[in-house]
C-alpha cells in the first residue's frame, strides 16, 4: 500500500507517484490501536492529461479511382488515449492545411 498515516495527526500520505491508469482509487483501513476500533478511508486518483494518443496502425493507406465529386471518403484514421473525460478527447488534423484533403475532426 503506497500511503502511511501520522500516528498523531491523523494525515495520510502518499509515499510514491500514483498513477490512475494502474489504479484509480484505494481503501485504506485507519484504527486506533488504544481502542480498537477501526473506520475506511476511500482515496480517489482524479486524472491528469499525461498519455499520449495512440493510432491503432502506425501507417494508414487509401487507394482511390479518380473522380470528379468534391467530397469524397478516403479513410478513417482513429487513436485512443489511456487518459479519461476531456484528457482523452483527440482532435484530428492534417498536419499541412491544404485544399485537397480536409478532416473530419470530431473523435466519435
Not at 94 to 99: G, K
Given at each position: 500500500m503506497p500511503f502511511s498515516i501520522?500516528?498523531?495527526a491523523g494525515y495520510i500520505s502518499a509515499g510514491?507517484?500514483?498513477d490512475r491508469e494502474t489504479q484509480d482509487d484505494y481503501v485504506v483501513k485507519v484504527n486506533d490501536s488504544a481502542w480498537s476500533i477501526s473506520t475506511d478511508a476511500t482515496i480517489i486518483i482524479t486524472d491528469v492529461?499525461?498519455?499520449r494518443p495512440v493510432f491503432t496502425d502506425g501507417f494508414y493507406t487509401a487507394v482511390l479511382h479518380e473522380t470528379?465529386?468534391?467530397d469524397v471518403f478516403v479513410?478513417?484514421?482513429y487513436a485512443t488515449d489511456?487518459?479519461?473525460g476531456q484528457n482523452a478527447d483527440i482532435l484530428y488534423a492534417?498536419?499541412?492545411?491544404?485544399?485537397e484533403f480536409w478532416v473530419n475532426t470530431s473523435s466519435d
Open positions: 501520522d500516528a498523531t510514491r507517484r500514483l492529461n499525461d498519455n470528379k465529386d468534391k479513410l478513417q484514421v489511456a487518459d479519461t492534417v498536419e499541412s492545411p491544404n485544399e
